[in-house]
């Protein structure tokens, strides 16, 4: 990610949660080789290489996506950038971040493709139900009984309001389609517990893709993709190494950085489908 303004004021309404957005410090940054462009807030959650991995590891030509906690929009706009034939319908709980989210996917020209929902994912809109080809989220993963940000809208990136784990898991599977995919990007030490929550309420076949920081390091995160309804062995994937021993990017997460797809597809369907 790149930055190329110093933090200044956005302009525009208040908010009714409590944040004034017309004095939000903001900065204006790019991802995916300054491709996509991102307004964010200097203070709270921010957009980074979770956003652009979880997006990288779609891979379907067509249909409608399902983004759970879209923040200011970095994983959809990723995926829009990338997949011309999808449409993603976005949700957001805290309406400043949400208002953010809408200039960022008019600023990048995706307003017919990209729509954004106000709400939260314990209580979405009857018709979404069961409507998904794939359901996507970076939700909030850290340990609750940690400490808690100072920043509200970090806190509530991080480790959420109101919503478990669980909540996320239920949402994702109540919105897809039966067989359809749901991907998640989460802390490696919450991977056991995501897999189980998605074979508790019926999503399966699970993929594990490992994410390390470096080829000697523990994994960092992990995306898991499940299906919905199905039953069946999954796998564990090669997996990314993000820096080599230099520090910067290896070979292949620089792809990813800079808009190439990762293979996060089952072994026994090595040509990645809509369904």
Same mark, same amino acid.
């Given at each position: 990610m790149t930055t190329d303004k110093s933090p200044t004021g956005i302009g525009g309404g208040g908010a009714d949660d409590g944040d004034d957005l017309e004095m939000m410090q903001v900065t204006h940054d790019h991802l995916l080789k300054e491709s996509v462009r991102i307004t964010q807030p200097v203070d709270g959650y921010r957009v980074g290489t979770d956003a652009v991995l979880l997006a990288a590891s779609i891979n379907t030509e067509q249909g409608r996506i399902l983004d759970l906690g879209t923040g200011v929009g970095g994983v959809a706009l990723c995926i829009a950038q990338r997949i011309t034939g999808v449409h993603i319908t976005a949700v957001e709980k805290?309406?400043?971040?949400?208002?953010?989210?809408?200039?960022?996917?008019t600023d990048n020209?995706?307003?017919?493709?990209?729509?954004?929902?106000?709400?939260?994912?314990?209580?979405?809109? /009857?018709?979404?139900? *069961?409507?998904?080809?794939?359901?996507?989220?970076?939700?909030?993963?850290?340990?609750?009984? *940690? !400490?808690? %940000?100072?920043?509200?809208? =970090?806190?509530?990136?991080?480790?959420?309001? *109101?919503?478990?784990?669980?909540?996320?898991?239920?949402?994702?599977?109540?919105?897809?389609?039966?067989?359809?995919?749901?991907?998640?990007?989460?802390?490696?030490?919450?991977?056991?517990?995501?897999? !189980?929550?998605?074979?508790?309420?019926?999503? *399966?076949? !699970?993929?594990?893709?490992?994410?390390?920081? =470096?080829?000697?390091? %523990?994994?960092?995160? /992990?995306?898991?993709?499940? =299906?919905r309804g199905v039953k069946g062995p999954g796998a564990i994937l090669p997996g990314l190494v993000m820096q080599n021993d230099k520090s910067g990017f290896t070979e292949m997460a620089s792809g990813v950085m800079s808009g190439d797809a990762l293979l996060v597809t089952h072994p026994a369907r090595p040509k990645a489908t809509s369904n």
């Open positions: 805290d309406t400043d971040i949400a208002e953010l989210a809408n200039i960022n996917i020209g995706f307003a017919s493709r990209i729509r954004l929902i106000n709400g939260d994912v314990s209580s979405l809109p /009857v018709i979404l139900a *069961g409507s998904f080809d794939h359901v996507i989220s970076n939700p909030p993963y850290h340990d609750v009984r *940690g !400490t808690r %940000p100072l920043s509200r809208t =970090r806190a509530l990136a991080h480790m959420g309001e *109101g919503t478990s784990l669980e909540d996320w898991v239920k949402a994702a599977i109540w919105a897809a389609k039966p067989r359809a995919k749901i991907s998640f990007i989460c802390r490696a030490d919450r991977a056991a517990e995501l897999i !189980t929550l998605f074979e508790t309420h019926g999503a *399966g076949e !699970t993929l594990v893709f490992p994410i390390w920081p =470096r080829q000697t390091s %523990p994994a960092g995160r /992990v995306i898991i993709q499940v =299906r």
